[in-house]
Each structure stands twice: as structure tokens, then as C-alpha cells.
């Protein structure tokens, strides 16, 4: 057994998609509550379990897709390092853990964590053929992590955070659609493997996906505005404005090197990767944290 392979398997660099637990959290200034904190720590620890037992679970089922595929022939399942059975072995051992660690913090987990996994089964067989429907689930992905985030720790939930996860990772979803798109229009073929997209579908998925992201921008304003001075979080809230013109830059960014085809089919590895995204993230943070706790003078 190639345990490199498994572990290539679970995809580990998209653990970090599970940090949107604990975002609920940091949103509600109580990151620093260690039983809370810890509480988010293992909720977002019973994700990455149940977000690696689907990859395992989707790539023992479209191993002939991916096999045609010009990338994701690479996957441990399709180049024949991996064996279906094996694959599909490691998916039920992961998910029966999850499901055990998430009946143990709390049912309201449970439930997610179930409904996470029944979306991804419907997403795999269904809805991922369907155009627009399999973005919105995508989207849908992320959301669940915030909702669980909340009900984990019993933050109040926070519809300034959803509406702006939404439209942010709505966009998101329609990147990597349209760099899928993009490859696909470089090979000179008409449709994508395994989907209903089309090379004649590009600018729409383009215009759809940016304006998503700048509408992303346009609630963070807002709350800004009208409620960033509502719970008294902030010493100095006028620093948020900050991040409007940050996110604004990375968004525009990754799409102009979509357009490109300079974009990774995953916009997660490639923030993970780039080196301008990383150095935007951390500005972020640093405006988040003086903003909380005050311009030093």
C-alpha cells in the first residue's frame, strides 16, 4: 500500500477550506475563549476527516473520468496508484470517524456534518452535471462550515458573514469553473469531461463570477457602515475600510490571471501558493487586529 499516495489521496492542502469553521468566532471578537476556541479546533478537525473521506469517495467513482482529464489523471485513484477499493475503504473509514466525533460535540454538529456529506453524494451524481446548480453547491460547501462554525461554539449567527461568503465564494466557484473553461478553449475542445459547460460559455461564467465578487465587496462596505460600531468590537473601525480596496485588488487580480490561463484550477492551492495573496491575507489580518484593539499612538 502506497501510504503517500493515500495521503495524496486526502488532499490535505484543502484542510485549510475548514479554518471557515472557526471564522464565526474570530467575526464575534471571542478567539481568544480557549473552551470555545478548542471546541471550533476539533469541529474543524471532524471537516477535514469528512472533506477527505469525500475525495476519496469521489475519485474512486469518476477514476475514467479523471483519467481523461488533463490534470486530474494525476490523482492517486486515476494513475493507478491507488485502487478503487482502497480508495473507497479509506472514504467509509474517514467519514464513520467524523460522523462519531461530531455525534460526540453535539447533534446540531451531526446534522451538518451529515448534511455535508449527503450534499456531496447528491453533488457527485447529480448536480455537478448541471450547469449553475453545481456552483451554487459548491458555494453551498462553504457556507455549511460557517453555519457549523456557529452552531459549534452557539455564536449568534452573523448575516453580514453569510451574505458575504456567499457572493465571495460563489466567485470563487465560477473561477474555477472558468479556468477549467479556459484550458478547455487552449485544446480546442467544446465541452468540459464530465460536465455541461461549453467553450461558448466562458464570458458569461466570467461576468456572472466577477460581478459575484465585487457584490462580496459591496456587503463588506456595508457592514462597515451600519454594522461594524453596532456590538462596540472595534476601537477603530474606520480601518476596515482597508480591506474593501484589498479584496477588491485580490479578486480583480485572480480573475485577469484566470483570463489568462495562469490560473490554478483551484483558487485555494493557488492562494495558498501565490505569493501576492499571502501578503494580502496578512495585510487583512493586521487591519482586522488594529482595528479591534486600536491604532497604537
Not at 489523471?73 to 482502497?86: D, F, L, M
Request: charged share 15%; glycine share 6%.
Amino acid at each position: 500500500m502506497n501510504l503517500k499516495a493515500l495521503v495524496r489521496l486526502c488532499r490535505p492542502h484543502q484542510w485549510v477550506k475548514n479554518l471557515l469553521v472557526i471564522l464565526p468566532l474570530a467575526a464575534a471578537h471571542q478567539i481568544n475563549d480557549i473552551p470555545l476556541l478548542l471546541r471550533a479546533l476539533l469541529t474543524c478537525a471532524v471537516f477535514c476527516l469528512t472533506a477527505s473521506s469525500v475525495y476519496a469517495f469521489n475519485d474512486a467513482l469518476d477514476v475514467e473520468s479523471d483519467r481523461l482529464h488533463a490534470d486530474k489523471r494525476k490523482r492517486p485513484v486515476a494513475s493507478g496508484e491507488v485502487s478503487e477499493h482502497q480508495a473507497l475503504g479509506l472514504a467509509f473509514l474517514l467519514a464513520g470517524v467524523s460522523v462519531s466525533v461530531a455525534a460526540v460535540l453535539s447533534y446540531r454538529v451531526l446534522l451538518c456534518v451529515g448534511g455535508y456529506l449527503l450534499l456531496n453524494l447528491l453533488y457527485t451524481r447529480v448536480l455537478k452535471r448541471m450547469v449553475l446548480l453545481d456552483v451554487i453547491c459548491l458555494t453551498g460547501f462553504y457556507l455549511i462550515r460557517i453555519l457549523t462554525g456557529h452552531l459549534a461554539t452557539d455564536v449568534p449567527f452573523s448575516p453580514w458573514l453569510t451574505a458575504f461568503a456567499l457572493f465571495l465564494f460563489f466567485s470563487l466557484a465560477l473561477m474555477k469553473r472558468s479556468s477549467e473553461l479556459v484550458a478547455l478553449a487552449a485544446r480546442g475542445e467544446l465541452v468540459t469531461s464530465g460536465r455541461k459547460y461549453r467553450s461558448v460559455d466562458l464570458q458569461c461564467v466570467n461576468q456572472f463570477g466577477a460581478s459575484s465578487g465585487t457584490t462580496s465587496v459591496l456587503v463588506l462596505a456595508l457592514y462597515i457602515d451600519r454594522g461594524s460600531q453596532k456590538w462596540g468590537h472595534y476601537q477603530d473601525p474606520w480601518l476596515l475600510w482597508l480591506l474593501c480596496p484589498l479584496v477588491l485588488y485580490w479578486l480583480g487580480r485572480a480573475w485577469i490571471l484566470t483570463a489568462r490561463g495562469e490560473m490554478n484550477s483551484d483558487p485555494v492551492l493557488f492562494a495558498l501558493l501565490d505569493r501576492a495573496s499571502q501578503v494580502t491575507a496578512a495585510l487583512a489580518i493586521c487591519i482586522f487586529i488594529f482595528a479591534s484593539v486600536g491604532v497604537p499612538v
